[in-house]
C-alpha cells in the first residue's frame, strides 16, 4: 500500500515528474498573457484616443479613410502594417 501511493507520489498525475511539464505550462501562459496584456494596453490607448469629447484628429481620420476609403486622386498611401 505504501509502495502504492509512493509510485503515485512520483509518477502520478500530480507527482514530482508531472512538475516539470506544470513549469513548463506555467512559462507558457505567462508568455500569453503578457502577451494579451500588451494588447489590452494598445486597445485602451486606442480607445482614449477615441474619446468622444478629444478625439485625436489624425486617428479619426485614419479611421474614416480606412473604412469608408476616402482617398483623393492626388494622394499616395503607404500602408505601415
Given at each position: ?6 509510485g503515485h507520489a512520483v509518477a502520478g498525475p500530480n507527482g514530482l515528474l ?58 499616395v498611401i503607404l500602408p505601415l502594417n
Amino acid at each position: 500500500m505504501v509502495g502504492t501511493f509512493a509510485g503515485h507520489a512520483v509518477a502520478g498525475p500530480n507527482g514530482l515528474l508531472a512538475w516539470g511539464g506544470y513549469h513548463h505550462d506555467l512559462q507558457k501562459r505567462q508568455v500569453e498573457l503578457a502577451s494579451l496584456i500588451e494588447q489590452r494596453d494598445q486597445l485602451r490607448h486606442r480607445s482614449a484616443l477615441l474619446n468622444p469629447k478629444k478625439a485625436d484628429p489624425d486617428l479619426a481620420d485614419e479611421m474614416v479613410r480606412k473604412d469608408l476609403g476616402l482617398v483623393r486622386s492626388d494622394e499616395v498611401i503607404l500602408p505601415l502594417n
